[in-house]
């Protein structure tokens, strides 16, 4: 039972809150970044709200149940994730063994949704964005494994997210060593990607794509992965600050820098979003199988010299 | 070998806000052939200018382009002039030449900011257009008008600029110098963007001389070609000002193009507001005599070629307009293909397409079949509308 308000509360209800506040913190900062007003703190519930309201529209020739599936199996693994990243805050040893390999899969299924989601709806525009976030997918899933292998390799060889934190408890935050330094900036690099930000939107990029695999979703659909996208603003920031910030900690003024470590990490990504252009796939993925890749080695080789 | 799919661009796309249509043919990524359509947007300006008065046509012309709107008028007033022969007063040539380098600056400004939003990169987008507002409010002191600043009269201006405006507005335009020097240095230092744009599209001065692009298109493929420099119309000719020339022709040329070029425009809108002579601004045409004239201005796309005939009566008896765009969309074609769709949009926004003004009534004839002549299209019209006609059952 008490899973289940796991599930409901934390997974669903809190992260979907802090992830629609973070999706406004972000999109104010960029409005008044480039001299313009901003929207007010509930339009992103709003806009999921009116998109709720609307008209499911299913292309003709399309694969129906697929075509509405895809966004539910991508909302489905966020809140799984998230239940689980709050289990582990809350409670050290309330998790299972080799919960960060679960997290880690999970983590995929909202990019293989969209692609799946894409592909079904039968337009080459939706099959040319699909096709880049497959070769996007390929692209930054090797550095950002060998970069959660040091956070992995500094606490003791541990696979379960409990005994990182406890172990960064106890010594300190990860990032403060050298290794953890250089995977915080692979991690921070992928989460642009996952995220599907610029400079790496190009799956979705608006003017050549016209929003790419999500071209042909209207209604719910639309509205289940934009709220899955604000989740994740909330979801991939938190899985970072646990693998190598110490987490988040329900004390005190640790409450505060908790907020405060959230905050900086959203802050990056809207300030990495502003300055980029969007960059072509075949650059990203020479950007992570090259540059990326090789950083996420050294720190690994550093983690493994106790560095 | 791949597969061959289409992909369409329009015929409306969120790219551009005008109707246009291109099918491109890919490979995975890679373009292999490219169908330009344009021509959704027929408008009739020619035909409709026929129907008006010299002076009305102006204003009419003004309307061809939301952006570009002094170029026409310009043009046209100085083939109108030409049927006539005359000279424009010198004060008159003075406010004309600053509110068509005022339009260039704010030309450039909005194609910059439009390459950054199809680049992804929106921070430039917004900002290019902060700057720009700046430049439209020194338009509405000047001439009254933020777009559309109807200053243009056969023979003159129709406005005159006030003496006690002036220090205000150099003080605008010097006020706006820092902030586009950052711009310009956030543009052109860009790694990122580099990536994007160097190599990306290239128009080799080759190309570029035989499909005869123009304006900032050529310049940046190395073909030294501007009409304020070969042909000195305005004030041009007396004031300092060098032409932007660069040798890539690809895509970060074109933007490095008509970034210096924005500089130049205010360099020379500040000479000229410095030197502003007194005197008339209109030499007061009474009548136009039979004859045909041509005049040609280099917009801020290209050469705006204009030509008028006149039958002594007060209309245009023939009125043709050529934009800019009618040269460069073609080379569209040769630096497109072979590269991929993600640049397929930004090479494409690089000639600075401007289709609605472009647009016109082309026939196309296959071998042995007629050209269709004037009388023919009517004819067709005609029949065309009596089948809607038959169709929906009206009689």
Redesign the interface.
């Known amino acids: 039972m008490i899973y289940i308000y796991y599930l409901l509360v934390l997974g669903f209800l809190a992260t979907a809150a802090i992830g629609l506040v973070a999706s406004w913190i972000d999109r104010k900062v960029?409005a008044r970044?480039?001299?313009?007003v901003g929207p007010p703190i509930l339009q992103p519930l709003i806009d999921i709200v009116k998109l709720l309201g609307k008209e499911t529209l299913i292309p003709a020739g399309s694969s129906k149940i697929t075509f509405l599936a895809a966004p539910v199996l991508g909302f489905a693994s966020v809140v799984v994730v998230s239940t689980l990243l709050w289990l582990n805050n809350i409670n050290f040893n309330q998790s299972f063994l080799g919960d960060l390999i679960v997290v880690l899969y999970l983590l995929t299924l909202p990019s293989i949704s969209i692609i799946i989601g894409g592909f079904a709806s039968r337009n080459?525009?939706a099959?040319?964005g699909a096709s880049r976030e497959m070769k996007l997918i390929l692209a930054y899933e090797l550095p950002f494994i060998l970069a959660v292998l040091v956070p992995v390799i500094q606490s003791g060889f541990s696979i379960k997210l409990g005994e990182i934190l406890n172990f960064q408890a106890q010594n300190g935050a990860i990032i403060g060593s050298l290794s953890g330094v250089l995977a915080f900036i692979v991690i921070a690099m992928c989460i642009q990607a996952k995220l599907a930000l610029?400079?790496f939107?190009?799956a979705e990029?608006?003017?050549?794509?016209?929003g790419g695999p999500l071209v042909e979703y209207s209604g719910s659909g639309l509205a289940m992965y934009k709220l899955t996208k604000n989740m994740l603003l909330f979801v991939l920031p938190f899985f970072c600050m646990i693998l190598l910030m110490g987490g988040f900690v329900f004390s005190g003024i640790h409450i505060f820098y908790g907020i405060l470590k959230y905050i900086g990490l959203v802050a990056l990504i809207t300030v990495i979003r502003?300055?980029?252009?969007?960059?072509?796939?075949?650059?990203a993925v020479r950007f992570f199988w090259g540059p990326m890749t090789i950083i996420a080695i050294v720190a690994v080789i550093l983690a493994l010299n106790g560095l | 070998m791949a597969k061959k799919t289409i992909v369409p661009i329009g015929p409306y796309h969120p790219l551009q806000e005008e109707p246009e249509f291109f099918t491109l043919t890919v490979e995975g990524e890679k373009i292999v052939d490219i169908d330009v359509r344009v021509g959704w947007n027929h408008r009739g300006i020619e035909k409709l200018s026929e129907s008006k008065s010299f002076d009305q046509s102006t204003f009419l012309v003004e309307r061809i382009c939301g952006i570009c709107s002094t170029s026409h008028p310009f043009a046209y007033t100085r083939a109108v002039e030409d049927i006539i022969s005359i000279e424009v007063p010198e004060r008159a040539k003075y406010i004309r030449t600053i509110i068509a380098e005022g339009e260039r600056i704010h030309s450039h400004l909005l194609w910059l900011g439009l390459a950054g939003h199809f680049l992804g990169y929106n921070t430039v987008y917004m900002w290019a257009w902060k700057l720009r507002e700046e430049i439209l409010d020194v338009m509405e002191i000047l001439s009254g008008n933020r777009n559309n600043y109807a200053m243009f009269k056969p023979g003159g201006v129709r406005r005159d600029i006030n003496p006690d405006d002036i220090p205000g507005v150099v003080k605008k335009i010097d006020s706006i110098i820092p902030t586009l020097v950052m711009l310009k240095k956030a543009v052109i230092d860009d790694p990122v963007l580099h990536a994007r744009t160097k190599g990306v599209g290239v128009l080799t001065k080759e190309d570029s001389i035989s499909y005869c692009a123009l304006g900032p298109t050529s310049r940046a493929s190395g073909v030294a070609r501007d009409i304020r420099k070969d042909c000195p119309y305005g004030v041009y000719d007396k004031l300092e000002w060098d032409m932007i020339v660069t040798q890539n022709g690809d895509v970060f040329d074109k933007l490095l193009v008509r970034v210096l070029e924005t500089f130049e425009s205010i360099k020379i809108v500040k000479q000229c507001l410095k030197d502003l002579p007194k005197g008339e601004i209109d030499a007061k045409i009474k009548n136009i005599p039979p004859g045909e004239g041509i005049g040609h201005i280099e917009a801020p796309r290209g050469e705006c070629f204009h030509y008028v005939l006149s039958d002594g009566t007060n209309r245009p008896a023939r009125h043709k307009v050529r934009a800019p765009t009618f040269m460069n969309l073609p080379t569209y074609k040769a630096t497109v293909i072979g590269e991929t769709i993600s640049d397929a949009t930004i090479i494409l926004a690089a000639i600075d397409p401007c289709y609605c003004c472009t647009e016109r009534v082309a026939v196309r004839t296959l071998k042995g079949k007629k050209i269709y002549d004037g009388q023919d299209l009517v004819k067709l019209s005609q029949e065309k509308t009596q089948k809607i006609k038959d169709k929906m059952g009206i009689k």
Request: without cysteine; charged residues 25%.
């Open positions: 960029t970044v480039q001299y313009r080459p525009l099959s040319i610029v400079p939107d190009m990029a608006e003017t050549e794509l016209i502003n300055t980029n252009p969007r960059v072509r796939i075949d650059q």
